[in-house]
């Protein structure tokens, strides 16, 4: 079974900045990708970075220039560092990861972590 447990939310002001980290139980070699979603109250969870296996990363335009994802194989995780944050960066953060084959894939998530950016 697949754990992911994320760290490092919190309440920071407007400009400032958070790092995210998600552990996996697992070597993150085995997943296809590992990524961060967030979901703000009212709102569907949408996607915000993905590093792959390869170390190819993709962000959503609303974070490019602002997040980093990095992965860290030693230890089996995967980091978000989030600079410059503005109030709309406020949501629930999940990490993701993800298992594909030819025709199917997998995905597992975290609990979430909660980032709060005040004005």
């Known amino acids: 079974q697949v754990q992911l447990v994320e760290s490092g939310g919190g309440l920071v002001q407007a400009g400032g900045s958070l790092r995210l980290s998600c552990a996996a139980s697992?070597?993150?070699?085995?997943?296809?990708?590992m990524g961060w979603y967030r979901q703000a109250p009212g709102k569907q969870r949408e996607f915000v970075a993905t590093v792959t296996s390869g170390s190819s990363t993709n962000y959503a335009d609303s974070v490019k220039g602002r997040f980093t994802i990095t992965g860290d194989n030693a230890k089996n995780t995967v980091y978000l560092q989030m600079d410059s944050l503005k109030p709309e960066d406020t949501a629930v953060y999940y990490c993701?990861?993800?298992?594909?084959?030819?025709?199917?894939?997998?995905?597992?998530w975290g609990q979430g972590t909660q980032v709060t950016v005040s004005s």
């Open positions: 697992g070597s993150i070699f085995s997943f296809s990708t």
């Open positions: 993701n990861a993800k298992r594909a084959w030819a025709v199917s894939s997998i995905n597992y």
